[in-house]
């Protein structure tokens, strides 16, 4: 008797300790929105596929190039084949993985600027703002960008 006692009070603490806390896919996917990197310059929208999250470009400040007068592509890709791909609707952000409170990190963030991809480790300090560094090799070798959450993501109309 006093063993049935104790396995439900383990069963109710557990529960409103999880209700309480949340699941780490909750707390995983307030990741999930539409930043805007410190530059201005273009609006990403983060969404998780499978277990992972990615990032791609939704909005430019400036979608024209000034030279072609067509959208802008990714002309800097140090592969020749992908220089024509349009940036918007580009995927910036790729592979991450909630790995710790308030952490995603084992992706890389692609900067169209240069043309070049970085590891990268997300950090967000509070609902409405993220750290973002990219780095080589090492941490401390990298430089962080500080984004600002713009939407959240929209609930889903059940069925």
């Keep these: 008797m006093n063993r049935a006692i104790l396995v439900a009070l383990l069963v109710a603490v557990s529960t409103i300790t999880y209700s309480f806390l949340g699941s780490d896919d909750a707390k995983a996917d307030r990741l999930k ?3 805007q990197p410190s530059h201005g310059k273009a609006k990403i ?3 998780k596929i499978g277990s992972k ?16 007068k067509a959208p802008k592509v990714d002309k800097n890709n140090p592969d020749e084949s992908l220089r024509s791909t349009p940036l918007k609707g580009y995927r910036i952000l790729k592979d991450f993985e909630y790995t710790d409170e308030d952490e995603w990190s084992n992706g890389t963030i692609y900067d169209p600027e240069n043309g ?3 590891s ?3 950090k967000m300090t509070d609902e409405n703002t993220l750290d973002i560094r990219g780095y080589i090799g090492i941490k401390t ?3 962080t ?3 600002k959450r713009l939407e959240m993501p929209s609930k ?3 069925e």
């Design 33 to 35: 929105g539409i930043w």
């Design 45 to 47: 929208k983060i969404d």
């Design 53 to 68: 999250y990615y990032g791609k470009i939704v909005w430019l400040k400036e979608p024209i190039d000034p030279e072609t």
């Design 116 to 118: 070049s991809t970085y």
């Design 120 to 122: 990268c480790v997300i």
């Design 141 to 143: 070798l990298g430089r």
């Design 145 to 147: 960008d500080v984004w």
């Design 156 to 158: 889903k109309k059940s």
